[in-house]
């Protein structure tokens, strides 16, 4: 970084690879080199200075495109799903309603079915092991307000303190603002010796030996669950955003500085709800609000962000990965 000159602009300082700390140098050098003088006044976006109906129509359309984005993630999750193995397991369900019904030769017949359907799993899936049987999306998102994180926060340290715990536990349990995928699915081995074993058991008249080895086959789905923040979402989005709007300014000759540092502002509210509700280590977003803040002066000062944008978005991309890598887990029912 050394000899930058005050002619240099951002993208010339702009490299593909580089980490969080050094955008954060680069972006600190900048606002260096050009000495702003903006009064504090306004270097916060004032109510005035963005019509209102610019900003209700970008905010519209952030929630459209995380709208989208869940839809495409439900849809992709949910392509996964193999319809044999969905209607085998709900026949084993059906077999074992016929077996507590004393219903053998019916329990026998739907065993048989799940056994071909399972063939056909088999053959369509040869090298697979585990195979999706239902997709479970659950919303999360009435925790969305910065404040608001705040306050249940105070509450939830103020009842640990006084020792309230399974109160805490209650609190947490709403402490969130996410998108769960749940995936349940069936190892294909297991279940095929399974339920060869199941049909001899039924041939044999054995019902109560066939009633636990159901209940065995039930044990052996497997539950994973994706978590996906949500603040971090739309921070991503709104970076996204003001990147065209960045973009915007310097190709179409259009005033859209104050949009660009509107949106920033939103950044920074969104990561600090995710910081708050524990979406990733404390230590992660500091470098995060530093580069924001040198991003932001500089939108300020009417200098072109756009490449700065570009790579700040890609790590912000990398943060939601590493937290949706590391929050989602894989259970057994």
């Not at 003088?37 to 019509?51: E, G, R």
């Not at 071909?116 to 799993?121: M, P, Q, R, V, Y």
């Amino acid at each position: 970084m050394a000899g930058i000159t005050a002619s240099q602009q951002p993208e010339d300082l702009y490299d593909a690879g580089c980490t969080l700390k050094q955008l954060v140098i680069s972006v600190g050098l900048l606002v260096n080199i050009y000495s702003l003088n903006v009064d504090a006044d306004n270097q916060a976006l004032q109510s005035n200075d963005t019509p209102l109906q610019q900003v209700e129509l970008i905010d519209i359309e952030i929630q459209d495109a995380l709208e989208t984005s869940i839809a495409d993630r439900i849809k992709h999750k949910s392509q996964s799903i193999d319809r044999q193995a969905y209607f085998a397991i709900h026949r084993i369900k059906e077999a074992q309603l016929e077996l507590q019904s004393g219903r053998i030769k019916a329990a026998q017949s739907l065993i048989k079915q799940v056994a071909g359907l399972l063939k056909d799993t088999i053959s369509a899936n040869p090298e697979a092991e585990f195979v999706a049987i239902e997709v479970i999306p659950v919303r999360s998102d009435d925790l969305n307000d910065l404040q608001l994180i705040q306050l249940k926060q105070q509450e939830i340290d103020l009842q640990w303190s006084s020792g309230h715990k399974q109160l805490v536990r209650q609190l947490l349990s709403s402490y969130v603002n996410n998108f769960v995928i749940t995936t349940k699915t069936i190892s294909l081995s297991q279940f095929e010796n399974g339920v060869k074993q199941l049909s001899t058991l039924l041939r044999n008249k054995a019902v109560a030996k066939a009633q636990s080895k159901i209940a065995e086959l039930s044990d052996l789905i497997k539950t994973q669950n994706t978590l996906i923040p949500l603040p971090i979402c739309r921070a991503e989005l709104m970076i996204e955003k003001a990147r065209q709007l960045a973009i915007r300014q310097t190709t179409q000759l259009e005033n859209t500085q104050d949009l660009v540092v509107y949106m920033l502002q939103q950044v920074e509210s969104q990561l600090k709800m995710a910081e708050l509700l524990g979406y990733g280590e404390q230590k992660r977003y500091i470098e995060f609000y530093k580069a924001i803040e040198g991003v932001k002066s500089l939108a300020v000062a009417g200098q072109n962000t756009t490449k700065l944008l570009i790579r700040l978005n890609t790590l912000i991309t990398s943060l939601k990965a590493e937290v949706i890598d590391e929050l989602s887990q894989t259970l057994y029912n």
